[in-house]
């Protein structure tokens, strides 16, 4: 048995918490007082056992007191634990009365050495039995040590004594008395908290609920969002596109020739359109990402191919700003890679488009090459300019989707602010990540890090 079971063993389960405590504390003291008996009778025991020839008379009587006494305990005991508390206590206390009455010669009992032991049963009852109790113990041991000193031979009445009794016993009543009363308050305020928390418990279940049901619309508002973005991006592309084709037949002169003026308006209706368009784009593959709908197409493509088309697509507005485009693949890269080129482009020409916009002088650099440290199985495309750099606390912010640094410079160009989340997005599909590393005033590398295929990590 472990001490686990011990301990079952002394708790009595009952209604009322202070008859449950007080039966406790009996079958506490029951269990200390057995322990003392048993090793009374063992000791006894083994001196009746060493003298069997010629026992000795108190050692025989101490075994056998012993062993009633044993006995009287396990009744108690069972009285307590399976019937009733207050029988089992004024048992108890009746057997501790007699016995300390017997413990000694009468006139020690009376006046002597061992008058003290009455103080015990006392201070016993107010605890066990009821805080009352300890004034009922005082008058029998009063009455014990009252008929004891009938039979001394000059009979003095105890007066002085059983006065002492009764003052131990107002100390014990008074004590056992808040004891109980702090004890009940315990009780009270416990019982108040664990309704508290039920309460609370309850009004966080209903909160819960409006919360889940609040989030089930919001999802439900989003994918409408979403949907909508994406049915209108869809819908303004066609009659987008139609414009721009018109725009450039008619500037190629397929309509007939062009005045200066019509020349520049047409130049800037197809300026406008172009940007509408890239606008319509990126709204459309954010309202894609959010619905989940966009998915990646892996081929297997050539990484020079990547820079070739960067070239062509953003070749004309490096030149008109004046800035200088290099590309490098590095010896490392294998020569075909695994991904999907259209996205890789996108993402591509979307740094790039960005460098080139907020850089005025000096140039871009384009780095398809193998990242060192940590990424030994992946390949890298990293994208630098010597442009004005962003700022640490912008860092996060410029791939939050529609979210632009606040300044001159960003002011100045045109955008929703969707470009950088969108290939976040994409490079995060594709199983890579996007590092930026930038200084204010000393230019920014974006680079995006994906994984090689496992079939390219061993050749390389
Ligand atoms: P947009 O270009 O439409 O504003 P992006 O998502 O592409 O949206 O970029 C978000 C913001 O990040 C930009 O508005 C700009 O402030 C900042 N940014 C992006 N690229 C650069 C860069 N190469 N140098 C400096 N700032 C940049």
Not at 190 to 196: A, I, P, S
Request: hydrophobic fraction near 45%; glycine fraction near 6%; charged fraction near 25%.
């Amino acid at each position: 048995m472990n001490l686990r079971r011990y301990s079952e063993l002394l708790e009595v389960s009952s209604g009322d918490p202070d008859d449950a405590r007080r039966r406790q504390l009996l079958n506490i003291l029951l269990l200390g007082l057995a322990v003392l008996t048993l090793l009374t009778i063992l000791i006894t025991g083994t001196v009746i056992a060493a003298h069997m020839a010629n026992p000795d008379k108190a050692a025989l009587l101490a075994f056998f007191v012993s062993l009633g006494a044993l006995a009287a305990i396990g009744l108690v005991f069972a009285i307590n634990h399976y019937w009733s508390g207050q029988v089992a206590s004024v048992l108890f206390l009746l057997m501790l009365t007699i016995v300390v009455a017997l413990s000694d010669e009468p006139r020690q009992v009376v006046e002597g050495r061992s008058v003290f032991l009455f103080t015990i049963p006392i201070l016993m009852a107010s605890v066990i039995l009821r805080p009352w109790a300890s004034f009922a113990l005082a008058g029998l041991s009063s009455l014990v040590i009252a008929t004891l000193a009938l039979r001394l031979p000059e009979y003095v009445p105890p007066a002085p004594t059983m006065l002492g009794f009764f003052a131990f016993a107002f100390v014990a009543w008074l004590s056992a008395r808040s004891l109980e009363s702090a004890l009940k308050d315990l009780r009270d305020i416990n019982r108040e908290l664990d309704q508290r928390v039920e309460k609370r418990t309850q009004e966080l279940q209903v909160a819960n609920k409006e919360l889940a049901r609040a989030n089930e619309r919001l999802r439900e508002l989003d994918r409408l969002k979403s949907k909508f973005v994406s049915m209108v991006s869809h819908e303004l592309r066609t009659p987008l596109g139609a414009i721009q084709g018109f725009a450039e037949m008619l500037q190629a002169g397929i309509y007939g020739s062009l005045s200066k003026k019509q020349e520049d308006a047409l130049e800037r209706i197809s300026k406008n359109t172009r940007r509408l368009l890239m606008i319509v784009n990126d709204l459309l593959d954010q309202a894609r990402i959010e619905a989940g709908e966009l998915s990646i197409r892996p081929t297997v493509f050539s990484p020079s191919d990547l820079t070739e088309d960067l070239k062509s697509t953003v070749g004309v507005l490096v030149e008109r700003k004046g800035l200088e485009l290099t590309t490098e693949v590095a010896d490392d890269v294998p020569d075909s890679l695994y991904g999907d080129k259209e996205r890789l482009h996108q993402i591509l020409v979307n740094l790039t488009d960005n460098a080139i916009k907020f850089t005025d002088e000096g140039g871009v650099h384009v780095h398809i090459c193998r990242p060192d440290g940590k990424h030994t199985s992946h390949w890298a495309i990293e994208v630098s300019d010597t442009g004005p750099g962003i700022s640490e606390e912008d860092e996060e912010l410029v791939f939050a989707p529609f979210r632009r640094v606040d300044d001159s410079m960003t002011r100045e160009h045109i955008g929703v602010g969707l470009g950088l989340s969108i290939v976040k997005q994409l490079v995060e599909l594709m199983n890579g990540e996007i590092i930026l590393e930038s200084e204010p005033g000393q230019g920014s590398t974006f680079t995006v890090v994906l994984p090689l295929q496992p079939e390219q990590r061993r050749t390389v």
